[in-house]
């Protein structure tokens, strides 16, 4: 008896649902996921120059290690797994470090050359890639180390923001004898002018009353 109801029940939403809604409840898309690859040993890679990524030089499809993760292309999609072998989650995005990886690398790796100069690269144990990638990146480890063993790079300068120069202060220029007036309190100004000597021409006529003065004691004598 329960089970015809069940299917009542059932007819009834099949019934009163429409059909995208419901096949709507289920959206998931099955993405399948790359073969696995099987390393007899733990891989060694070496760092692309100019960057910080790693790559697995000895198999013929790309996994590269950035940032912690492990990264593969397949299929026209990426992968990434926190291990080298398994593990393997689809990426939905491209992710920003391969803007920066020349499609031609393997045969710059198989030639030891980067950008016309010889590359001395060196092969890095996949455990000490492990440990040290983010210790490496934060203190710019291949930078220092002869520029990632290409000789003669001149590693590209990181664009910096650019500081304004501070400017040195200007001298101070001399105020004029008006500004400083202007400026002075009144009780300062009354003081200069009292005691500033007149300056100027003589009293015109002082000469000629001096000598009619004389004249007159003359005629008094």
């Known amino acids: ?26 959206v998931g898309v099955n993405i399948s996921l790359p073969p696995l690859i099987v390393f007899s040993a733990p891989p060694e890679v070496v760092v692309i120059p100019e960057t910080y990524v790693y790559a697995v030089p000895d ?23 926190r291990r080298y072998g398994s593990g393997w989650a689809y990426y939905r995005r491209v992710p920003s470090f391969y803007g920066g990886i020349p499609s031609g690398w393997r045969n710059d790796y198989r030639d030891r050359r980067w950008r016309g100069h010889p590359w001395n690269h060196h092969r890095i144990p996949h455990q000490q890639v492990q440990k040290n990638w983010g210790n490496w990146k934060k203190t710019n480890h291949w930078e220092k180390q ?68 004389q004249e007159r004691q003359q005629d008094r004598r």
């Open 1 to 26: 008896m329960k089970k015809v109801h069940f299917g009542i029940v059932l007819l009834a939403l099949a019934l009163v649902i429409p059909v995208p809604t419901m096949a709507g409840v289920d």
């Open 59 to 81: 198999v013929d499809v790309d996994i590269f290690f950035y940032d912690g993760w492990w990264w593969r292309p397949w299929e026209g999609r990426w992968y990434r797994s």
């Open 146 to 213: 002869q520029t990632w063993g290409v000789q003669g790079l001149k590693p590209r300068t990181r664009s910096q923001p650019h500081s304004r120069a501070v400017e040195p202060k200007s001298r101070a220029k001399p105020q004029s004898r008006e500004v400083q007036r202007r400026q002075s309190p009144p009780q300062h100004r009354e003081v200069q002018q009292r005691s500033k000597p007149r300056q100027g021409k003589p009293e015109r006529g002082g000469k000629e009353k001096h000598e009619r003065k």
